[in-house]
């Protein structure tokens, strides 16, 4: 598969260095700054961007809807959580806001990894029972967006009788679906249903076992892309990069401080999601992996989202990026703890680098072949 790169935008300027929330997508609505954001990312030569969800956040599709109107060429991954939108009505709004994007969207199924996020949009269900419902619920959505008949179907959550929808997607079969999900629960929904497994930055020998985990639970012959979420920190020079990460570090510290927020510290300190502790047990091993991966902001944040970086020069960091390509990782998220600076860098430092040494070594065994 190609390598695909991917972004992320939010509706107001936010980050761990900017404050002590790391969502993109809470607190008030700037329109003016998603416009931005969004062709920031589009003449950067981002193929999409990823459109996040949060339980006190502002909506995703109409936030999808407006970007993609204030954009020609960029694609959007809507995050989506199933269980608070039937899945019947799901499939029809995503396949209306694909016609209405000229096919420019993907789905990213997030279950959800913390109770409190789920309780405060009325969702008391465990963990694991929480991936059962997601399963039925994907399988009802596919089936609706391409079955040309009415149907059926009877499960332990959803039942629903002569189900059909006369808006189909404008992407054939469907819309792409991409999974996030480190749990063993996930593994198994995560690789029937989508077409791309999503997997937070983890070392590349992690993420290695992890590709293998994932193409073992999938049915015969099924292809899958796999994606990996990094946030890399540049500089002109290595020591500049690595002066900027530690002082990134001290900025999120002081933020969290400041909002009163402890720092993760003990076992009581673990979050629910197994995506974090991952990435917190990595920290605790070491803070730097294979050449440049850095954990230590993932530690003192309790890895409460994609919170490790690769910190270098902009050729360290192809490089690094390149690495994880060719242990199989078919998309990068690449986001920035100075989000709008950082995507600017992004495409016109790291993005052409990646795809020439891509172009360059096809070009190698081409010859060879």
Known sequence: MPLEFIGMIGTREASELHGAAVSLT???I???YVRKFAKVHEDGGFDRVLVGYSSTGPDGFNVVN???NVTEKLKFLLAHRPGFVAPTLAARKLATLDHFTSGRVAVHIITGGSDAEQQRDGDWLDHDTRYRRTDEYLDIVRQVWTSEEPFDYE???????????????????HLPIYFGGASGAAVGVGAKHSNVYAFWGEPIAAIKQRIAEVKAAAPSGKSLGFSVSLRPILAETEDKAWEKARY??????????????QLPAGVSARPQAVGSRRLLEFAKDGEIYDKRLWTPIAAVTGASGNTTALVGTPEQVAESLFDYYQAGVTTLLIRGFDPVEDAIAYGRDVIPLVRQEIQRREKQTATVA
Request: hydrophobic share 35%.
């Open 30 to 32: 700037d329109t003016a």
């Open 248 to 261: 990134i570090l001290s900025r999120v510290k002081e933020n969290r401080v400041k909002a009163g927020i």
């Open 26 to 28: 809470g607190g008030s």
């Open 66 to 68: 407006y970007a993609a």
């Open 155 to 173: 499960g332990e959550f959803y039942q629903v009788k002569q189900a059909f929808s006369d808006v189909k997607p404008l992407q054939k079969p």
